[in-house]
C-alpha cells in the first residue's frame, strides 16, 4: 500500500513537458517576458539619444553659436540618431515577434539571431565613435578654437594620452556591461527557449 502511495507521488511530481505554445506564451508575457523587457530598453534607449543633444545645447544656453559650429557636437548629434535609428529598427522587431506563435520557430529564430547581430553591431559601432571623438578632439584646435579645448591642450601630451587610454578602457567594460544587462540577457534568454522548441 505504502509503496503504491509513493508510486503515486511520484507520477504527480513528474514536470509536465513544456509545449512549443508554452514557451511562446512565456516569451510574449506582456508584463516580465523577455520581449517586454527588451521593448522596454529599446524604448528608453530611443528617449535618452533623443534628448541627449538638447541636454547638451541647454549647457551652452548663453551661446548656442558655439555648439551648433562645433564638429565635435554635430558628430555626436550623428551618433545619437544613429542610436535612435538602430534602437528603433530593433523595436519594431521585437514588437513585431509579439504576433508571431509556434508555427514560425525558423522565423523567430532568425530575428532573435538579427537582434544579437546588432547588439553586438552596436557595441562595435559605440567604440569607433568614442576613437572618432577623441581624433576630433586632438585635430579641432587646429582649424577651431574653444576655450575648453585650448586649455586641454596645454597639458602635456602623455596625460591627454592616458586619459584617452583610461577613457576607452572604461567605455569598453562598462559598454559590454550596460549592453549585457539591457538587452543581452533576454536576447541569450530568447535563444535558449528558441531552443528548446527545436526539441518539442
Known sequence: MELDDL???????????????????????KSYGPIAAL??????QIVLMSLLPFILLLGQIDDLSKPLTS????????????MVIFAS??????????????????????QVNLLDTRMKNMLTGQK???????????IMPYFQHYRMLDK????????RYGAYGLLLV??????????????G???????NLVKEMQYQ
Not at 521593448?39 to 528608453?44: L, P, S, T, V
Not at 540577457?185 to 535563444?191: C, D, F, P, T
Open 89 to 110: 529598427y530593433n523595436y519594431r522587431i521585437v514588437s513585431n515577434m509579439e504576433g508571431m506563435d509556434a508555427m514560425v520557430k525558423d522565423n523567430l529564430e532568425q
Open 185 to 191: 540577457e533576454h536576447i541569450n534568454y530568447l535563444k
Open 7 to 29: 508510486k503515486k507521488n511520484w507520477k504527480q511530481n513528474i514536470p509536465k513537458k513544456t509545449t512549443n505554445t508554452d514557451i511562446m506564451e512565456l516569451i510574449q508575457h
Open 39 to 44: 521593448k522596454k530598453a529599446y524604448r528608453r
Open 71 to 82: 564638429v565635435l557636437f554635430w558628430t555626436y548629434v550623428a551618433f545619437c540618431v544613429a
Open 170 to 183: 572604461f567605455q569598453y567594460f562598462v559598454g559590454k556591461w550596460k549592453f549585457k544587462t539591457k538587452f
Open 128 to 138: 569607433v565613435v568614442m576613437l572618432l571623438l577623441i581624433a576630433l578632439t586632438e
Open 152 to 159: 586641454w591642450h596645454s597639458l602635456n601630451p602623455m596625460i
